[in-house]
């Protein structure tokens, strides 16, 4: 079945420690997304990536990195620098070309918490 | 400034019709109206998008106002497993994905 795979489903941070979120999808899309989601609160951007080796900043880069040296794959570093990163972590993909409206699919996300 | 208003939450019978409102009174000519749902602890589904014209497909069908400052989704023959948070959003593509709120929709036996 072809979808998005994240890993792990919950990770845990001890202090000034560097994690990384996986991100795989096997959908054949350019563009994928990191966003976080916040207890009552709704998405916000983290990264994005239209295309292999370019990525973008979002809303709220500060304290994470990413890579897209392949298509299927976008992986997410928390790094001790993002102070809160207690958080629900979501990875989406989406289509690109000259329909821009293709709806962004998302994996089942990875629950962070700090130690 | 939230982009979307929607009801906090809503009920439903297992077997009825489910119609979930959302305004989006400040939607611009370039968005779409899509719809998600969430269920809890898990990753956002899409269900549908349209511009201007309703539109089915096997999850539900979306019904835009004339004027698209509304749109309403419609599940056919609401199930338990459709006991979501439901999300309208307007979407231009290539952007960042927006979430309001929500509806929680509870499908009782």
């Known amino acids: 079945d072809g979808g998005i795979t994240q890993s792990p489903k919950y990770l845990f941070r001890k202090e000034g420690q560097n994690v990384t979120l996986s991100c795989e999808q096997n959908?054949?899309?350019?563009?994928m997304y990191w966003y976080r989601q916040d207890p009552g609160q709704g998405l916000r951007l983290i990264y994005y990536?239209?295309?292999?080796?370019?990525?973008q900043k979002g809303d709220i880069a500060e304290g994470y990195s990413v890579s897209r040296e392949k298509k299927e794959s976008f992986p997410l570093t928390v790094t001790s620098a993002q102070k809160n990163p207690t958080a629900f972590y979501l990875c989406?993909?989406?289509?690109?070309?000259?329909?821009?409206?293709?709806?962004?699919?998302f994996g089942d996300g990875t629950r962070l918490s700090i130690l | 400034d939230a982009k979307t208003t929607q009801p906090p939450s809503m009920d439903c019978a297992e077997g009825r019709a489910a119609n979930l409102p959302c305004n989006h009174s400040?939607?611009?000519?370039?968005?779409?109206v899509y719809w998600y749902r969430q269920i809890h602890s898990q990753g956002p589904q899409y269900i549908i998008h349209?511009?201007?014209n309703n539109e089915t497909n096997e999850m539900a069908s979306l019904i835009i106002t004339e004027d698209r400052k509304s749109s309403t989704l419609i599940l056919p023959h609401a199930t338990l497993r459709d006991t979501a948070v439901y999300y309208c959003?307007?979407?231009?593509?290539?952007?960042?994905?927006?979430f309001g709120k929500g509806t929680m929709l509870l499908v009782s036996p």
């Open positions: 989406a993909s989406s289509m690109t070309g000259t329909d821009a409206h293709q709806p962004q699919h």
């Open positions: 959908l054949n899309h350019d563009a």
């Open positions: 990536s239209q295309i292999v080796n370019d990525f």
């Open positions: 400040t939607i611009s000519g370039n968005e779409y």
């Open positions: 349209g511009l201007k």
């Open positions: 959003t307007p979407y231009e593509g290539y952007s960042t994905l927006t």
